[in-house]
T-cell receptor, first 113, second 110 residues
Framework: GAGVSQTPSNKVTEKGKYVELRCDPISGHTALYWYRQSLGQGPEFLIYFQGTGAADDSGLPNDRFFAVRPEGSVSTLKIQRTERGDSAVYLC???????????FGSGTQLSVL | DAKTTQPPSMDCAEGRAANLPCNHSTISGNEYVYWYRQIHSQGPQYIIHGLKNNETNEMASLIITEDRKSSTLILPHATLRDTAVYYCIVRAYNTDKLIFGTGTRLQVFP
């Protein structure tokens, strides 16, 4: 596709459930980023991949959050035992190479009831 | 990454220039100034970046002071579609993550 694609666009789940959020980056982009954005705040960095490996996961809030990028393209953000405080927009971005400008998707709105 | 300070909100009349200020008094010599904007319900969009020289592209101009402690993003002829939150970010080139602050909410009115 022409841009970064995120699915689903909206996800409603119950407290305690497991969710997976998917990101399809721009073809050929080696770097992939996950951010989380709460209402009225700027995006908060979660994790960054260079190729298949997580180069920086310092933003993951706790061990309930995990992300993978097994083939260096599509990435999945996984959240276990969801809590109401996990409700936010989860944004994915990619860049051709690290340090270059980021292209963001439209995000997944996660609502934990 | 160095911190930036931006006004929380600004207004601008359609067709006029919008001048968005940013203070980054602790910027390091190898850190660039980046600007992104976020229109409602969309992901952030890259606008422009610079090191120490003024920069211009099809979207905006970036003016960086000689001491590099502040900068101004200029939208020369603002339109209603420019209503968005504008983020000023500093980071060293070839580093990974962008650290966003809370930005400036620009409201362009008719």
């Amino acid at each position: 596709g022409a841009g970064v694609s995120q699915t689903p666009s909206n996800k409603v789940t119950e407290k305690g459930k497991y969710v997976e959020l998917r990101c399809d980056p721009i073809s050929g982009h080696t770097a992939l980023y996950w951010y989380r954005q709460s209402l009225g705040q700027g995006p908060e960095f979660l994790i960054y991949f260079q190729g298949t490996g997580a180069a920086d996961d310092s933003g993951l809030p706790n061990d309930r959050f995990f992300a993978v990028r097994p083939e260096g393209s599509v990435s999945t953000l996984k959240i276990q035992r969801t809590e109401r405080g996990d409700s936010a927009v989860y944004l994915c971005a990619s860049s051709l190479n690290p340090g270059e400008k980021l292209f963001f998707g439209s995000g997944t709105q996660l609502s934990v009831l | 990454d160095a911190k930036t300070t931006q006004p929380p909100s600004m207004d601008c009349a359609e067709g006029r220039a919008a001048n968005l200020p940013c203070n980054h008094s602790t910027i390091s010599g190898n850190e660039y100034v980046y600007w992104y904007r976020q229109i409602h319900s969309q992901g952030p969009q890259y606008i422009i970046h610079g090191l120490k020289n003024n920069e211009t592209n099809e979207m905006a101009s970036l003016i960086i002071t000689e001491d590099r402690k502040s900068s101004t993003l200029i939208l020369p002829h603002a339109t209603l579609r420019d209503t968005a939150v504008y983020y000023c970010i500093v980071r060293a080139y070839n580093t990974d993550k962008l650290i966003f602050g809370t930005g400036t909410r620009l409201q362009v009115f008719p």
